[in-house]
């Protein structure tokens, strides 16, 4: 906005994180604190323009008068700010505003003080997807706010001058010149932020900076090691991306890019071209495995003294295969097996999770993370652990189409990018990042069309933008009143519910099949609580309280009406008929004591 670098110390409380991602329109509430930060940043920005005014105005005060000026300047800066041009109300607002401030500090002061009010305006905190009623209860989004939802897509950022000028003139609502400015949006270098940070989040990779090594152990992860590190992921993506590569590209590539230093660091040759201006080249990689090996994927997901299968699996198992694992059970202890010189990694951890307890979860987690043993806790290939030979067999399991065993990195990338179940979660986790959603409904409205144009594309990187740019729910919003409601605030005034029009409505009544019905039914003595963990399209995760309220011990059976496969479960055995499960304990836990609780929990496909 201020068409320059700034050094202001700008600085907010960090957003909420939904499935791993940062911009979930739901969760970005703006709390006392943040509001708090916003107003001292507004302020600071506006002095910042105040003091180079004369350049920024745009007018001449003394010349055109100083009303007139402060009109002209509210125009133009407010359409700058709102990404839109104000609408009357708006501008009469702020014309007030700079009116009063000015009688008490001047025509300069009148000015700080709106350019303060405007940068703590929802019109610039918030984008609206609001859009125009065309009947029918659809609402067709303005020009305005498709060049800020494509901008904010592709680069990040405000709308450019080209974008502006496609708003201005309507003939951004012609679905081809839509797609023109976005491939001229890809092809430009803004692009990349947003790609970096939709890579950081997928694999909790903006993590890197701060997880925690043992010094001692490991001296040569630097913080300058760490930022080549994410240098080398960031422009390797960047050129998969820019060269229409494929997912499969990006999980099986045997080359990188690196800095002489970071390719010391990992024990190959140097690249032998031409060094971008940060220094780094392509370089052959130690292996064929793309990115999932690259240190900054390694490192994140390792502990501070040790290599960790669980993190590794748990990685692949939730951000690949999209099936998210359930918290452990309550008061289980879930430190990482303390580490013994006379036992390698593997064993360790086969020790760790051969308890009946964690075996549920743990056979699906760390089968895929000793694939990764061949890399330590700082990203570095090694041949031993310690005094150990290193086992990289593994397999994956419980899944629709990626099963089956492997050895090491090499061949888990091999299986894994072959998969539809990877082409299929990779679609839904860049459509979670760029819907901005984790509601199955609006995530619905394009998923299927992605997940179509993706496999057309053969898995090209860059066919999830387009696809989604050619899509109805990017263009229009559903947000129709119920009947005798008002159009505008789409309140319903027979129910006293409101929805927000033109952006989503909420019901309620409704059960998807794998869900829970209300009162599951209970051994005399027994009461239940089912909490949900996770869902996700496919099914959900749920942990279940079981509670004697009586003064004697009791042998317990909890009915759960529901349909669907069960994919895990840990504390508990079940059988199942077509619409129930009946679920009893396993033998250190099947009686409850005299007003005591038990637990077990289950995962389910719909």
């Known amino acids: 906005m201020l068409g320059a670098p700034t050094e202001l110390g700008l600085g907010f409380a960090a957003d909420t994180v939904v499935q791993g991602y940062t911009n979930n329109a739901g969760a970005l509430v703006v709390s006392g604190l943040l509001a708090d930060q916003y107003r001292d940043a507004a302020e600071k920005v506006a002095d910042l ?12 005060p003394v010349a055109d008068g100083e009303e007139t000026c ?3 300047f509210i125009a133009r800066f407010g359409k700058q700010v709102y990404r839109r041009p104000l609408t009357a109300d708006e501008q009469a607002r702020y014309a007030t505003l700079w009116k009063e401030a000015a009688a008490i500090e001047k025509f300069d002061g009148g ?11 929802p019109g610039f905190l918030y984008r609206t997807e609001l859009g125009e009623h065309a009947g029918e209860g659809i609402y067709e989004l303005t020009p305005y706010e498709l060049a800020s939802e494509l901008s904010y897509l592709i680069v990040g950022g405000p709308p450019d001058a080209a974008l502006m000028a496609a708003a201005d003139d ?4 012609d679905p081809d010149v839509m797609r023109m400015q976005a491939t001229r949006l890809l092809a430009s270098a803004d692009a990349d932020a947003t790609l970096h940070r939709f890579v950081d989040e997928w694999l909790h990779i ?41 997912l499969a590209e990006l999980l099986t590539a045997n080359y990188s890019f690196m800095t002489d230093e970071l390719a010391s660091y990992y024990g190959v040759e140097a690249g032998a071209g ?18 999932l090996t690259h240190g900054a994927v390694m490192t994140t997901h390792a502990l501070p003294t040790s290599s960790s299968p669980i993190h590794r699996g748990k990685l692949v198992r939730e951000r690949l295969l999209c099936q998210d694992m359930p918290p452990p059970p309550p008061a289980l202890d879930t430190s990482p097996p303390p580490v013994d010189p006379g036992l390698s990694t593997r064993e360790r951890y086969t020790q760790h999770s051969a308890d009946a307890t964690c075996a549920g979860c743990h056979s699906r987690i760390d089968p895929i993370g000793f694939g990764f043993e061949h890399y330590d806790a700082i990203g570095r290939t090694r041949t031993m652990d310690g005094i150990h030979a290193i086992d990289a067999t593994g397999e994956v399991l419980l ?26 979660c990779y679609t839904l986790q860049w459509a979670r990042y760029a819907v901005g959603s984790a509601a199955g409904s609006e995530l619905k409205c394009v998923q299927d069309d992605l997940t179509a144009a993706f496999g057309e594309a053969e898995g090209r990187l860059d066919s999830l933008v387009l696809a989604l740019v050619g899509t109805r729910f990017f263009r229009e919003r559903g947000g129709a009143p119920s009947p005798g409601g008002d159009p505008t605030t789409g309140e319903d005034p027979t129910t006293g519910g409101e929805t927000t029009t033109g952006d989503e409505t909420t019901t309620s009544g409704g059960s998807t099949t794998g869900e829970p019905q209300p009162g599951p039914m209970t051994s005399p003595g027994i009461d239940v609580q089912i ?17 004697n309220t009586t003064n004697a011990p009791i042998v317990w059976q909890v009915v759960i009406a529901m349909q669907g496969t069960i994919q895990n479960a840990w504390n508990a055995k079940y059988t199942q008929d077509a619409m129930h499960f009946v679920w009893t304990g396993e033998p250190y836990n099947a009686e409850v004591a005299a007003q005591g609780t038990t637990s077990f929990g289950f995962c389910i496909l719909y």
């Open 206 to 246: 903006d993590r890197l900076r701060t997880v925690p090594r043992d010094a001692m152990l490991y001296p040569e992860l630097t913080p300058q090691i760490r930022e080549a590190m994410l240098g080398e992921t960031h422009r390797f993506v960047g050129d998969v991306y820019r060269g229409g590569g494929s």
């Open 111 to 121: 000015i700080r003080w709106t350019i303060a009010a405007m940068l703590q305006s």
């Open 70 to 72: 402060a009109h002209d």
């Open 49 to 60: 323009i105040v003091a180079d005014l004369p350049t920024r105005l745009g007018c001449d």
């Open 170 to 173: 309507g003939t951004l609502k």
């Open 531 to 547: 909490t949900q963990d996770s869902k996700w399209e496919q099914g959900e995760c749920n942990s279940v309280t079981v509670s």
């Open 399 to 424: 899944t629709d189409n990626t099963n089956g065993p492997f050895d090491g990195a090499d061949e888990l990338a091999q299986l894994l990018a072959g998969s539809p179940d990877v082409e299929a």
């Open 274 to 291: 031409e060094p971008d201006p940060a220094g780094f080249k392509r370089t052959d990689a130690a292996s064929a495995a793309g990115l």
